[in-house]
């Protein structure tokens, strides 16, 4: 999955940035002296048959392909992914522009037997070589439905590799959206990392699930990983890292970006996912279900996560989530045997603050929620939208923030298992309420307002999403525009956690991340702490950009090549 970095999108946005850039030195702390990147120095070679120039993949079509994957690989080996990752200071890198290798109809484009191998890793000089073929059948052994292969090499420890280091990479990875991942996992064989079992996050596990990319690394592993460099003087540095190879705190300054922030181990723009934290109701440390009565934080940028606090008293499940930005509030809904309470949230630590209102809806359970800022940056127009279900029906209510004890009905939702509609979030640029459910073929919907009265609400599948999620949780921020999800899927050998940044408008799902296991059950995107002084300072700009109120498939288990 190839990462974009994301700005905001409409001019009355941009001039927000432009007013609050002026502030940005007061507002957060700044990077002390940074680490330098273990650099890794890839020469790639892609198989001539592969150059399709027609069809518009040509050899620069290929390169681009191979930089968006090793970036994106980057950020999985140097940002976090959850308490069992360990953020790495170290990077891969395109050393050479791309070049094709093999002659036209030799049969290499498809490695499937002991000679193909032996004719690739001869390919090339001494040092790094990476190859894109189309698929591999033979990996030291027959390996059907491999999608990588690599020379497994000892660690010297020196500053420069083995020679005629080689690893192979695939097409079918690709169509499977785990190419990033896949050039890590390779890369780490490579620097002497063999397969684990464990985390179903961790980067050098077996198989890959997709349509996930995990990152997760042991100390050992990064440190390996590191050793495996092909040069000791990179020149570059980790500006989210100190000096002792430790991730900074979110939110501290970093220069790799301007205006840059860091989250979760990496440096974003400030008016980015780096700008947005998640607060998460979940069971940590579990994908199979549990209670969900701990707050967590996620970084939006890489998915890292940690635990805040249990919420108290210790029965208290927090069901759905919602932050209100007029108010700068943070709902919760806690679901009890006869009633729903209406809590708000510390942002910060994650407690529940107090009860402020008790919805008396007997066998009905509110399971989702998402808010509404209205047509002005006044609270007083603010709403919560909630989802309230149980039988056969599910009924859209908004509650006014002023009176929380009561609900007001929009129209009911005609779906036998509303109930499983547990994420729900409003982009409110656009005027659209999204839903999250593990219904396939595309798990996330598109409720129509407008139609709500009289009702039944017309609900959509957006189509072409493939975002199907067991415990979905959705958020939507109007600093970056995009939605955030996070769920699990059951595979036959395993339950993920996964992490989804998603453009509202055409529901494609710009990052996929497979994250160290938590069961999500309710999710609010609220601003990193200092930004919200910074959207104070140009509130009237985000005010008129950001307010108008207008059965589970199968999944793919792809083994991963081991190394040679």
Known sequence: MIRAR??????????????????????????????????????????????NAGAGEDLAYWQGIIDSAVNAGNDLLEGGQGPSDTPC??????????????????????????????????????????????????????????IGCALNTTCTGNGNDDPNVWMVVTVDSLDSGTLPAVVAHERGHNACLSHVSGAECQLMQ????????????????????????????????????????????????????????????????????????????????????????????????????????QFLPAADDVRGMAYAHDSETLYGVVPTVADDEIVTIDPTTGMILSTVGTIANGALEIVSMAYDPGPTNL???????????????????????????????????????????TGLA?????????AATPFSSDGLYEIDLSTCPPSPCFAAQV??????????????????????????????????????????????????????????????AVPEPGFGLMVAVGALGLAAASRRRCSVSGRDLIPVGGGM
Request: glycine fraction near 12%; proline fraction near 4%; aromatic fraction near 8%.
């Open 379 to 421: 609270a007083s127009d603010d709403r919560l939208l909630v989802l309230e279900a149980g039988g056969m029906l599910g009924e859209i209510r908004w509650i006014d923030p002023a009176f929380p004890s009561q609900t007001n009905l929009l129209g009911t939702l005609a779906f036998g298992g509303t109930t499983l509609f």
């Open 463 to 524: 189509p072409g999403a493939n975002l199907e999620r067991d415990d979905a949780s959705l958020s939507f921020s109007p600093i970056t525009g995009m939605l955030y999800l996070v769920g699990t899927l059951d595979y036959v050998v395993a339950q993920t956690t996964d992490y989804n940044v998603i453009d509202p408008l055409t529901g494609v799902s710009m990052l996929t991340l497979n994250v160290d296991a938590f069961t999500p059950a309710a999710l609010a």
């Open 426 to 434: 409003y982009d409110s640029i656009h005027g659209k309420l999204f």
């Open 89 to 146: 200071c170290t990077r891969m890198v395109r050393s050479v522009s791309v070049a094709t290798f093999g002659t036209p109809g030799d049969g290499l484009d498809v490695m499937n037997s002991a000679s193909d191998e032996t004719a690739i890793g001869n390919t090339g000089g001494a040092g790094s070589q990476a190859f894109l073929i189309d698929s591999i059948e033979y990996c030291g052994g027959s390996a059907p439905n491999a």
């Open 206 to 309: 077996g198989a890959v699930f997709t349509p996930g990319n995990g990152g997760c690394l042991a100390v050992s592993e990064c440190a390996n990983f590191q050793l495996g460099r092909t040069t000791t003087s990179s020149g570059l540095e980790c500006s989210c890292f100190d000096n002792g190879g430790s991730a900074l705190a979110d939110g501290t300054i970093c220069t790799e970006q301007t205006n840059g922030l860091c989250s979760g181990g990496l440096c974003g723009v400030f008016d980015g996912d780096a700008g947005v934290r998640l607060i998460a109701a979940a069971a940590p440390g579990t994908a199979s279900g549990g209670p969900p009565d701990d707050s967590i934080t996620i970084s939006a940028l890489s998915g890292d996560w940690s635990t805040l606090a």
């Open 6 to 51: 994301r700005r905001l999108r409409s001019t009355i946005r941009f001039r927000l940035v432009m007013t609050c850039t002026a502030t940005w030195a007061f507002l957060a702390p700044a990077a002390i002296a940074a680490p330098a990147v273990d650099l890794h120095e890839l020469s790639w070679s892609v198989h001539v048959d592969l150059i």
